[in-house]
């Protein structure tokens, strides 16, 4: 069954490693992402943006699906299943559907209003049991229509929004979602390290995995960090394996492609970026 993911959060900030939220956009991402989180015993969190939500006929169709294959495929690592940078409308729906986990993004709203719906979320997930994760500073670049300039949070605001009692945080420290570019200054460890300190014990997030050196994801994880989104590197991996697999002309005689054989090569490209993305993340073993 779906889980929150606070405990298993809170078990990776004592531990120093970080769990892996991976987003998905289809059935064979999904089945992807939990045969791997079970083969290499490491707990998961799926990731689904409100873009994704509604391509996929709606939270209430993925919920279904995720519990469905828990049970069929016989997963026993804890799974969460997860909003991501949801809006305050989003997360009502998704606690509704049955999501363990939300994200209220309220970075672009001042602060008093970001603490204010912040506020009253906290009071709803806390009474159906769900994590909740708040964000400071924007994240830089796109995702699914949302737009963040990379800004740097300020710790102070961080700490108020922790205090609100949510189960994680997502502190700007100029991070971007998508590939990174050349000229990319890196992350901003000195906010990292000052956001840690104002919050404690608070398991903070890292948004945009995708591309970061391999020595700033474990300096990040040792400064606090013990969530870290995963989208943009899957996506071209499943791109590629697919593209490949086209060119290649397996169209079964001019009958055109057996989408179960066209999706396949990108689902195992899937599996070895998420398996890469574990072990360096130190989640191996950890379920």
């Known amino acids: 069954m779906l889980v929150s993911a606070k405990e298993m959060l809170t078990k990776a900030k004592a531990g120093k490693y970080a769990v892996g939220q991976f987003n998905i956009n289809n059935l064979e991402w999904t ?3 939990l045969l791997t989180a079970q083969e290499l015993n490491s707990p998961v969190i799926l990731g689904v943006s409100e873009g994704a939500g509604k391509y996929m006929c709606g939270y209430k169709t993925i919920v279904g699906m995720v519990n469905g294959m828990l049970e069929e495929l016989k997963i026993t690592v804890p799974v969460a299943l ?3 940078h949801g809006s305050y409308e989003g ?3 998704c606690i509704e559907a049955g999501f363990s986990s939300v994200m209220f993004d309220g970075s672009h ?5 970001n603490v204010a719906k912040t506020t009253e979320l906290v009071k709803i997930c806390n009474e159906k049991g769900i994590s909740i994760e708040a964000e400071v500073g924007s994240i830089g670049g796109e995702e699914d229509g949302v737009v963040g300039a990379g800004e740097c949070a300020d710790p102070d605001e961080c700490k108020m929004i922790a205090d609100l009692g949510v189960t994680m945080l997502a502190a700007g420290i100029g991070n971007i979602h998508g590939k990174y ?3 990319w200054a890196g992350l901003s460890f000195e906010t990292l390290d000052a956001v840690q300190q104002k ?3 608070m398991p903070l997030v890292l948004h945009g995995g995708t591309g970061i050196p391999a020595d700033m994801i474990q300096k990040a994880i040792s400064l606090g960090v013990s969530k870290i989104n995963v989208n943009t590197e899957c996506q071209l991996a499943f791109q590629e394996a697919t593209r490949k697999y086209i060119e290649a002309g397996k169209d079964l005689e001019g009958k055109g492609f057996d989408p179960r054989k066209l999706l ?3 689902a195992e490209a ?3 970026t998420v398996k890469e993305k574990m072990e360096l993340f130190g989640s191996v073993g950890k379920a």
């Not at 709203?109 to 209003?113: G, L, N, Q, V």
């Open 31 to 33: 089945k992807s992402i």
């Open 82 to 84: 997860h909003l991501d």
């Open 91 to 93: 997360a009502l729906a």
């Open 109 to 113: 709203y001042p602060i008093d209003e």
């Open 181 to 183: 570019p050349e000229n």
């Open 199 to 201: 919050t404690g014990d």
């Open 264 to 266: 396949a090569p990108g």
């Open 270 to 272: 899937i599996k070895a």
